[in-house]
């Protein structure tokens, strides 16, 4: 009799439980038509909701979209139902990097190697506004051939959690790993505090034990305010020069990533990853439009040049776009009602289809900055004149999204404006309409 399978949307198989932790368990998938092994984070949308980490996982997912890296675990998929949601991960097979360094010492040309791979992709997070803020070992996998993988962004922090000082004041991190600056509540730099964080782990994979250790925790962050460590007798000049620049107390002295690439013990045999291509980017789900770095990277702090519209952050397309994977019920949706659509037209096509089709139906038009257009209504409603305003944003080079929203006058106006008029007209740029894209999800898994 054939064994009884479970199937995650029609897509993947659920295999075994590779790991599980306090709000979320990760199994072992197989993607049904490729065969290729991913993994699956399951995580329960009550818990969270309950222990308000509704803003950690949203971050997450942003932040796992932003970094794409030979050295980063890719997310590949994120889907929802009512009770739970799913981040289809790349399957890394060869587990932490911590359960080789418990059982020792690792010699340095291989420390060289993951600590250059490391390196590596926390500059590139730092190029897209990123910092982890929890960097360790446990956190760093090895993949069939022995390359590093960055994994867990859910401490990471982005450029809008910087308060007006400039600075992150979030203490987060484990003890062992947390700069200084972190401990004392002042504010910190999320990059200088990564560096440190490289820091320390560079000590452990030489030494096969922690710099600062102490049965007794303040005694421990004595130590890491003061720098106070010892090398090991088997540490190489060159590898105490570079670790005694990078475990320095003052994060404004502190060696930066562009001096340790310029260090000749980094440099030895280092090759600096090539980038993804575009078409190797992740899916948005059931839009099926990729986004290359850039502009996800341009999505958190929101603009473009004035020549191209605004882009569309991801995290807000899935949850607005998804009708069968809708996440928006989970997370805050600060945006106003409207009615939105996908286009595969230019934006200034867009705009300028929008414009005519308003005058045919004697609408004035007033054009605003960023490709944002506002149409009034020719004469008095119910509650005034009806105020549109239309919107265009970026997701992927031949991917938009447009949004109409009411700003003033009835709202059973709008909605005729919206279904009777506008629907119609446009019909020549829509590529789908939100919620049009029905899917058979109301079962999370089937058999």
């Not at 390359?147 to 867990?152: G, P, T, V």
């Amino acid at each position: 009799m054939e064994e009884e399978k479970n199937i995650l949307f029609g897509k993947y198989e659920m295999g075994r439980l590779l790991g599980k932790g306090t709000f979320a368990k990760v199994y072992h998938g197989k993607q049904m038509v490729s065969g290729e092994s991913v993994a699956i984070k399951v995580i329960n949308k009550d818990f969270i909701k309950k222990e308000k980490l509704m803003e950690q996982i949203k971050r997450e997912i942003s932040v796992m979209r932003l970094v794409r890296h030979p050295n980063i675990v890719e997310l590949k998929e994120v889907m929802a139902t009512k009770t739970k949601i799913f981040f289809v991960m790349e399957y890394v097979r060869g587990g932490e990097l911590f359960a080789k360094v418990a059982k020792g010492k690792l010699k340095e040309d291989v420390v060289r190697k993951y600590f250059q791979q490391l390196v590596s992709a926390v500059d590139f997070c730092h190029s897209r506004g990123v910092s982890h803020r929890d960097l360790k070992p446990e956190n760093l996998l090895l993949d069939e051939h022995e390359n590093l993988k960055i994994s867990d962004f859910g401490l990471s922090a982005l450029p809008e959690q910087l308060r007006n000082d400039g600075l992150l004041h979030t203490q987060c991190g484990t003890p062992a790993y947390v700069a200084p600056e972190v401990l004392r509540k002042k504010g910190y730099d999320g990059s200088k505090a990564d560096i440190w964080s490289c820091g320390v782990i560079l000590y452990v994979l030489l030494a096969g034990f922690l710099p600062f250790q102490d049965a007794n925790l303040m005694n421990m962050y004595r130590k890491v305010f003061k720098a106070d460590f010892e090398f090991p007798p088997w540490f190489s000049t060159e590898s105490k020069r570079l670790i005694s620049k990078l475990l320095v107390s003052d994060p404004d002295r502190r060696i930066t990533i562009p001096a340790i690439m310029r260090v000749p013990w980094f440099c030895r045999g280092f090759a600096r990853p090539v980038a993804f291509a575009i078409d190797q980017e992740p899916r948005l789900d059931k839009a099926e439009a990729d986004i290359d770095d850039d502009s996800a990277a341009k999505s958190t702090s929101i603009h473009k040049s004035p020549s191209s519209p605004k882009f569309f952050n991801a995290f807000e397309f899935i949850s607005s776009m998804s009708s069968g994977f809708d996440l928006s019920s989970l997370f805050e949706n600060k945006r106003k009602s409207g009615s939105m659509f996908t286009s595969k037209c230019s934006a200034s096509k867009i705009m300028s289809t929008i414009e005519r089709v308003a005058r045919g139906m004697n609408f004035r038009v007033a054009k605003a900055k960023d490709f944002k257009m506002r149409l009034e209504g020719p004469s008095e409603g119910r509650k005034g004149r009806l105020s549109v305003t239309a919107e265009v944003f970026e997701v992927a080079p031949e991917v938009a999204v447009v949004e109409f929203s009411k700003s003033a006058g009835d709202t059973l106006e709008y909605a005729k404006f919206c279904e009777e008029d506008v629907r119609p007209a446009l019909k020549d740029i829509v590529w789908t309409w939100q919620g049009d894209n029905n899917s058979d999800t109301s079962s999370e898994m089937g058999t």
